[in-house]
């Protein structure tokens, strides 16, 4: 039997009250001087009496893990700190951690299925599919309650996201550059088991006291909701002995439906 779908309303309080899971410091610390007493005045002065207008409505926070499209083996974490515009479309500033130590790393728009079917062929490519993620446990939103776990995950079920990288923070689990250098990456999801590093997800779950495994056992009943989708095997080449997720599935290689 399905959990009951939570109220719009009741998600918000939940997502609200998340603080964010337990703390996840930067990757690396960008060279500079340190900040002078004259530029921590400035802030002070601007936090009193600035608002920070569209900031604050980036409150749903999610984590998970991005291949490079063209560079498979490039592979990260990344802290989603989200806006939903409207039921349709979500809009997301990245981080390499959760405080506000953390170092902006680039940017992800996501689409639901209806969307992504008006988008032109050729933007299709750059859109990555969301159920491996959301069936592989491997998305999570830290700290909520499962139940509003789940609500959220159920919601952004065959949705899409489009997510540059501008900053590659860490190399896997491993410190990356200390400056944000040469081009904007596409990122990519993963869509089978064993495309992930091991040792992304032991990482992750280690430091942020959750079980991957645990989350995907209690999303199997979104697998019915699951429909085919687009780019499911853009990696596939790079990744020969992956495994297929259950419910996860090429539109390419369905057919008619």
């Not at 680039?106 to 689409?111: A, L, R, T």
């Not at 639901?112 to 988008?119: H, I, K, T």
Request: charged share 25%; with cysteine.
């Amino acid at each position: 039997m399905n959990a009951p779908r939570l109220s719009a309303p009741f998600l918000l309080v939940a997502l609200a009250a998340c603080t964010g899971g337990e703390p996840v410091m930067p990757a690396v610390d960008p060279p500079g001087a340190a900040e002078s007493a004259r530029t921590g005045l400035l802030e002070a002065g601007a936090k009193a009496l600035q608002d920070n207008g569209p900031m604050a409505k980036f409150d749903v926070y999610l984590v998970g893990f991005h291949p490079m499209k063209d560079d498979p083996q490039h592979q990260m974490e990344a802290h989603h700190f989200c806006h939903q515009v409207n039921e349709d479309f979500a809009q997301c500033a990245l981080f390499d951690g959760n405080t506000t130590a953390a170092n902006l790393t680039g940017v992800e728009y996501i689409v639901s299925e209806r969307l992504f079917g008006q988008l032109p062929a050729d933007e299709r490519e750059f859109w990555h599919p969301h159920n491996g993620e959301i069936l592989s446990g491997q998305l999570v939103a830290p700290s909520l309650p499962e139940a509003a776990d789940k609500a959220l995950m159920r919601s952004k079920m065959n949705s899409y996201g489009k997510t540059w990288h501008t900053w590659s923070t860490r190399h896997g689990t491993q410190p990356g550059d200390s400056m944000p250098i040469g081009p904007a990456m596409l990122a990519w999801s993963f869509n089978r088991d064993g495309e992930a590093r091991p040792e992304l997800l032991r990482s992750r779950d280690e430091r942020m006291e959750m079980d991957t495994t645990e989350r995907r056992g209690h999303r199997q009943d979104l697998v019915e909701l699951a429909r085919p989708q687009e780019g499911v095997d853009a990696l596939r080449d790079a990744f020969p002995d992956a495994t297929p997720i259950p419910g996860v599935e090429d539109a390419r290689d369905s057919g008619p439906r």
